[in-house]
């Protein structure tokens, strides 16, 4: 996938019982970031960074969705004990996670494992993909993001 392609349409489970659908979140900018597990350092302090930036992600019409291998119920958790106030997408059979390119071989305490690479996308009000990050520093990323929304 290249930047400006529009991207193609997936569904997945979300959490509040809802199906997310990308073609349904046409109409405003949309913030995917995709995170290797729910609970962890570095997954929870990015989460947080969009959770605290959210209410201006919402001034910009701009959806944000948080998207791992984790399951629902492990989300519903996950998303309770942190308040976020977005949902987080379930990819078990790693739909968009194989759309979007971001499985890859990682070293985990001296052995290959298989998981997400931290990356993030923006994709624009008529599905365009604009912008992407991958293998990100989480430090400031959420500011960046909203940074880079602000232009569309």
């Known amino acids: 996938m290249q930047l400006m392609d529009i991207v193609e349409d997936f569904e997945l489970p979300a959490t509040g019982g809802q199906l997310f659908k990308l073609s349904a979140m046409r109409g405003g900018p949309l913030v995917l970031y995709f995170y290797p597990k729910d609970d962890t350092p570095g997954c929870t302090d990015e989460g947080l960074q969009f959770k605290t930036l959210?209410?201006?992600?919402?001034?910009?019409k701009c959806s944000v969705l948080g998207i791992s291998r984790d399951t629902i119920s492990s989300h519903e958790r996950?998303?309770?004990?942190?308040?976020?106030?977005?949902?987080l997408l379930s990819d078990v059979d790693e739909k968009a996670c194989t759309l979007f390119d971001v499985m890859k071989l990682k070293n985990m305490y001296g052995k290959t494992v298989r998981g997400i690479s931290r990356s993030t996308f923006v994709i624009d009000a008529a599905g365009?993909?604009?912008r992407e990050w991958r293998g990100l520093s989480v430090p400031g990323h959420a500011a960046e993001v909203l940074t880079f929304v602000k232009t569309l």
Do not use: I, Q
């Not at 959210?54 to 910009?60: A, G, I, Q, S």
């Open 54 to 60: 959210y209410p201006e992600f919402t001034k910009l």
């Open 78 to 87: 996950f998303k309770a004990k942190m308040e976020f106030p977005f949902p």
């Open 128 to 130: 365009h993909l604009r």
